[in-house]
């Protein structure tokens, strides 16, 4: 297997967590981002989406949408909850995250790191979404060990890549103890340094 | 079951079709999204997120985001591909509609049917996201009858939500006979009047 990725975004590191906690093996094909390397034509011709994560199997095919290929490479392991209202939950996650988590923080970092855009001069409707974001995630962890279940799955790992860097564009976790302390046990459990 | 949701919701709709389509037994009930009514005390008791739609199972457990809704109650029928891969495929469509595709077109429907945005006055990045994610829809199309495999599945039903109501806010479908095509057959294959 191949994996199309650029180790500055979160949505690769995903996939990269997953694999490596399931000793797969691959082969890291680096996709520069930033300069828009996803979108030049011999990567369109693979994902027309112009997007990275993606993998490429053996036999050629091709899989694209960082949650979905987690849930493609972990099926059958402990990643993935074998209840189906469990499982069911960690779909929520998944999406609520591309939807409402992803869009507001990684966004937010990326115009900060990338497009070189002020802190304070960042969207207010933005930063305000990216910190819903991070309350939602505060009050679910004031009760739950992890986002489902009792071990980590793959909701935690969606929602790790980008908490990771919440304070890159200056979301602060100094109020969200839960936050932090989750993102250590996540960190242990994926065996990230 | 009880599907909280608002029928002028795509998002609510998706589930609403995939329970018909299965024959399940539910109760409507009824949230009027415009109004806030997602975001009332007793709806955020059940989804601290304040969106619908959500289900909520017999024993009072809750399930929101409509792709996983989906995704739960289709579980073992034919809207979820058998095949590995190609219900990883479906996956990747999911979560492709949720970013690439609702965030363009639900959100100019919304701007331009109920907060009163003229059409000329939408955001010409969102435009421009829109017409690309059916412009990918449309190059898919051209060579596959459906998103994925032999028969309709939640791919397809994702995407025929809010693809039904992309004229609403100005988008196109008049070159865009593949997607125009694949609506009526999707329509039909859901029973959808």
């Known amino acids: 297997m191949k994996i199309y990725g650029d180790l500055i975004s979160g949505n690769c590191l995903k996939v990269k967590y997953v694999a490596d906690y399931l000793g797969l093996e691959y082969q890291w094909v680096p996709v520069d981002v930033v300069g828009g390397g996803a979108r030049m034509p011999q990567m369109l011709s693979k994902n027309p989406a112009g997007q990275v994560p993606f ?14 290929i987690m849930r493609y490479l972990a099926a059958g392991s402990t990643l993935i909850p074998g209840d189906p209202f469990d499982q069911a939950k960690m779909d929520q996650w998944l999406f ?7 869009t507001a923080i990684a966004v937010a970092r990326f115009r900060v790191l990338y497009l070189g855009q002020a802190i304070e001069d960042l969207d207010p409707a933005l930063v305000a979404k990216g910190n819903a974001a991070l309350d939602i995630m505060e009050n679910h962890l004031a009760e739950n060990v992890w986002f489902v279940g009792g071990s980590v799955t793959l909701a935690d790992i969606a929602l ?4 990771q ?8 976790l100094e109020r969200r103890a839960n936050v932090v302390c989750w993102m250590e046990k996540t960190k242990i459990a994926l065996s990230v340094t």
Chains 1, 2 share one sequence.
């Open 55 to 68: 993998i490429e199997v053996a036999d050629g095919r091709v899989l694209a949408q960082s949650n979905a």
């Open 165 to 172: 860097f919440a304070e890159q564009p200056g979301f602060s």
């Open 96 to 102: 609520w995250e591309q939807y409402s988590h992803e």
């Open 160 to 163: 790790y890549a980008y908490t």
